[in-house]
């Protein structure tokens, strides 16, 4: 079964500093999902990435998938205390965004 | 357009009870897959319902179980409940018309607490 790896588990930033998150998997992805939760609510859709060497761009968060599918990371330039939260990968093992296999998380904290 | 909405939020049940929870898709969504959430497993998929049919299934117990209805509500159903079972269930919906367009909509989720 697929299993995905984030890095770090928890990270504290000042507000204003640049951040990166990663999320390895153990086998090539169709697909790879970045959510953002608050502490015990449901999942916000962040990007979707499909293709090898992809970039996506949201406001400050900008998000990569490796040419060999099997690595992404999450960037955020100059944190804001709204991107606190934890941050979670998925991967799409089957094609169908239906079965979706997580990461562990990134809790993010961001101080004044 | 309403979000994906899952009641109840919280729910408070005592062992070997059985417990229901319901899901009400995006509308026009066609896909509900259910996960669960705690802090020592993280989020694991339970499985998914597509025009009410069980399409894919995760690695749970047979008390675990799930259905959905011709409007695409779905509900899944604990029984035998133990201490374990708590945890934040959510339900995702999704219908995609191409592989670019495959997102889950996640909604809030139930809060279960087993005691």
Redesign the interface.
């Known amino acids: 079964s697929q299993e995905l790896e984030q890095s770090p588990q928890s990270l504290i930033v000042q507000e204003g500093k640049n951040l990166t998150i990663n999320c390895t998997s153990s086998k090539t992805l169709y697909g790879l999902y970045w959510y953002k939760q608050k502490y015990g609510e449901g999942l916000i859709f962040l990007m979707m990435l499909q293709k090898g060497g992809e970039e996506k761009s949201h406001e400050k968060i900008t998000a990569k998938l490796d040419e060999k599918k099997q690595q992404s990371s999450l960037h955020i330039t100059a944190s804001q205390p709204s991107h606190a939260g934890i941050y979670l990968c998925g991967a799409d093992p089957t094609g169908t965004a239906s079965k979706l296999t997580f990461g562990t998380g990134t809790r993010l904290q961001v101080t004044l | 357009k309403a979000g994906?909405t899952q009641t109840p939020r919280y729910l408070i049940k005592t062992r070997g009870q059985q417990v229901t929870l319901s899901c009400s898709p995006i509308s026009g969504h066609r896909?509900v897959?259910w996960?669960q959430q705690t802090p020592g497993q993280?989020?694991?998929?339970l499985f998914?319902y597509?025009s009410e049919t069980q399409?894919?299934k995760?690695n749970f117990p047979g008390r675990f179980s799930g259905r959905q209805f011709s409007n695409s509500r779905s509900e899944m159903n604990v029984s035998t409940l133990e201490l374990g079972d708590s945890a934040?269930y959510?339900c995702?919906s999704?219908q995609?018309r191409n592989?670019?367009d495959?997102?889950?909509?996640?909604?809030?989720?139930t809060?279960l607490t087993v005691l």
């Open positions: 994906v896909s897959s996960y993280g989020l694991q998929f998914e597509f399409r894919n995760g934040l959510l995702a999704s995609p592989l670019a495959n997102e889950q909509f996640f909604g809030p989720g809060r």
